[in-house]
């Protein structure tokens, strides 16, 4: 049985007959490697022609091949070394084929890279498993595709260097520290509650005869089925009434941008919260997409916020039950409960 280090061997060789033309882009000096008393990071990239960003400055990371679609799923199970797959326009693949990339690189615990379009984000999302760690690009510039590679490489390997301290790392360390304080913002809103739980558990919580079956698996308390209105006629009126007050604040802080510059009042957070809120409210779902316009932000940037926010616990994934091409976010039962008491204080 071959080391790690043969395998690599082996796999430069194959990957170099499979169509990956030196020069292309840039392979980090295997003296490099050794030196620092490690290996880097291998990265496939599938596509057409490779269009990384300065890989300079992440020499713990190399492009070990180029492939095709059509190719990448069999090198990907047949390969024990790759750490990240790089997919150049995701949204270009075909459906199946899309899905068995992802499925594949989740199999191998890859870390995924996906360019898409916005029109083709929601496609590409559902076909993503919800266990493999992924980096979503849209319309992406050189410093967040840099951003995007560091986040992806493994623990392991990472090593640092000052020179990657650019603006962009810098420009994530705040969103970080702002999610942070957003939830414990969140968290003490919530009051007896405790935190934001955020999983599917707390659903059961809702309920008083949830306490004899904790051991059975229980549906969320909700969907997007409006109910008929002649049931709970005052609490939807309130619900109606609340949601158009949301939407009324939203509409307020896009139009400090007719005035103001937009990067200003930047808050993409707090953004999404409204809309996923109103859209609660509404008995409405809510798409990746969707939730991507209402952050008034680059997309890029809005993937990132919704990851971090899901991370957190603030929001969760939901499936379309009547299209497994789309995922729905929807915010955790901790997230509604902390923004409903927040607009109870506001009308008091």
């Known amino acids: ?37 490690g290996v880097a990071s291998p990265l496939l990239f599938v596509g057409i022609r490779p269009d990384l960003p300065d890989m300079t ?38 459906g199946d084929m899309l899905a068995d990339i992802c499925a594949a690189a989740d199999e191998r615990e890859c ?22 760690a992924t980096q979503l690009l849209v319309d992406a510039d050189p410093a967040d595709k840099l951003v995007a590679l560091a986040a992806a490489r493994r623990n392991r390997h990472a ?38 739980p955020g999983g599917p558990t707390d659903y059961a919580s809702r309920d008083d005869d949830s306490a004899g079956h904790a051991g059975q698996v229980r549906a969320p308390a909700r969907d997007f089925t409006a109910m008929p209105r002649s049931f709970f006629p005052e609490e939807r009126a309130l619900d109606r009434q609340r949601a158009k007050a949301v939407r009324r604040m939203l509409r307020q802080r896009r139009m400090r941008e007719q005035y103001f510059p937009a990067d200003l009042f930047a808050d993409p957070a707090w953004d999404m919260l409204l809309d996923l809120y109103a859209a609660r409210l509404e008995r409405q779902p809510v798409s990746v997409s969707s939730l991507c316009i209402a952050a008034a932000v680059p997309a890029t940037t809005a993937l990132r916020w919704i990851k971090t926010m899901t991370d957190a616990g603030l929001f969760m994934r939901e499936a379309d039950p009547h299209d497994g091409r789309r995922i729905f976010i929807a915010l955790a039962e901790g997230a509604y409960d902390a923004l409903a008491r927040y607009f109870e204080a506001l009308e008091e």
């Open 1 to 37: 049985m071959m080391d790690q280090r043969t395998q690599i061997d082996f796999d430069m060789v194959a990957q170099l007959e499979g169509g990956f033309y030196p020069g292309e882009v840039w392979v980090g000096p295997r003296g490099a490697d050794v030196a620092r008393g």
């Open 57 to 94: 400055l992440l020499p713990d990371i190399r492009v070990a091949a180029t492939l095709a679609a059509p190719d990448a799923a069999n090198h990907i199970r047949q390969s024990d070394t790759l750490d990240i797959i790089w997919l150049a326009a995701a949204d270009a693949i075909e």
């Open 111 to 132: 870390n995924l890279v996906c360019e898409t379009s916005l029109s083709g984000l929601d496609r590409v999302v559902a076909a993503i498993p919800a266990s493999c």
């Open 159 to 196: 090593v640092l260097h000052d020179i990657a301290r650019d603006d962009a790392m810098e420009r994530i360390d705040r969103l970080q520290e702002e999610v942070s304080r957003i939830s414990r913002l969140l968290g003490d809103l919530a009051g007896q509650r405790g935190g934001l």
